[in-house]
């Protein structure tokens, strides 16, 4: 049994000022996947540059921070936010969600698109690849702020976390940095390597996050507020996961089918 660092989730404080961990964590996704979307801008017929990419950023964050945290708000405590309305703007206090967030920012690639004249789908494929930073960023976040801890186990590696009892839990804060983070980034920096057709990459993103995400909330704690939604062990997060499994197949059905036309 192990016991989770327990690091102030404040990590710099001047006066009434305070920086906390999990906004420097957005900042390094955001940083971290601008970095590499230079990169990738420098290759040759890359069809980007590095002016383009920084606007890009620019969509994603606004889009991330404003889904992800309304889907927060929508998908998981609706009740809460509209007795305290105020607390939907603290998002330093954490509370956002993917499935929001990933909801802005196709709402943002959609209004990048349209107004450089580029293919939505294939703004979707370069970026795909990126916001896996901001993903594994993020659960390091969740890690710092001892949330959204698994369930009680008994493997060597179960921990301790405040506020969740005397029982080691999953760290499933990791399990995902590991999954949604590292292992994500991996496949699909490697697929998209080479040229792929219009909307595959994005399809398969799709796909390996609904998948990873389904199997990490079996071991993940419910939110106490809502539980498991159906048959004893489906949770909010796979309910929304799910449709994203069966869009990405079909995404890159589409995608192969139409490059073979």
């Given at each position: 049994m192990l016991t989770a660092p327990d690091i102030d989730p404040i990590a710099i404080s001047i006066g009434p000022v305070a920086i906390h961990w999990y906004g420097i964590m957005y900042i390094v996704g955001?940083?971290?996947?601008?970095?590499?979307?230079?990169?990738?801008?420098?290759?040759?017929?890359?069809g980007w540059t590095k002016q383009e990419v920084s606007d890009l950023l620019v969509y994603v964050a606004v889009g991330v921070i404003l889904g992800g945290r309304l889907g927060y708000t929508l998908f998981y405590s609706a009740g809460h936010f509209l007795t305290n309305p105020l607390e939907i703007l603290q998002i330093w206090k954490g509370g956002m969600s993917f499935h929001g967030g990933l909801l802005g920012v196709i709402v943002a690639m959609v209004l990048y698109a349209w107004r450089t004249k580029r293919s939505w789908l294939a703004v979707t494929d370069f970026i795909a690849p990126l916001v896996t930073i901001g993903l594994g960023a993020g659960r390091i976040g969740n890690f710092i702020n001892h949330e959204l801890w698994g369930g009680v186990t008994d493997v060597p590696w179960g921990m301790l976390f405040r506020n969740a009892g005397p029982q080691p839990r999953h760290p499933t804060q990791l399990y995902e940095?590991?999954?949604?983070?590292?292992?994500l980034f991996l496949?699909?920096?490697?697929?998209?390597?080479?040229?792929?057709?219009?909307?595959?990459?994005?399809g398969l993103f799709l796909v390996s996050y609904g998948v990873f995400r389904?199997?990490?909330?079996?071991?993940?704690?419910?939110?106490?507020?809502?539980?498991?939604?159906?048959?004893?062990w489906v949770t909010t997060g796979q309910l929304l996961s799910f449709p994203m499994i069966v869009a990405?197949?079909?995404l890159m059905i589409w995608a192969y089918r139409r490059s073979t036309q």
């Open positions: 955001f940083v971290g996947g601008w970095a590499l979307g230079v990169y990738r801008a420098g290759r040759p017929d890359s940095f590991a999954l949604e983070g590292v292992a496949i699909l920096w490697i697929y998209s390597s080479k040229p792929r057709p219009t909307a595959a990459v994005s389904c199997l990490i909330e079996f071991v993940r704690e419910p939110d106490a507020h809502l539980g498991y939604i159906a048959f004893g990405g197949v079909l």
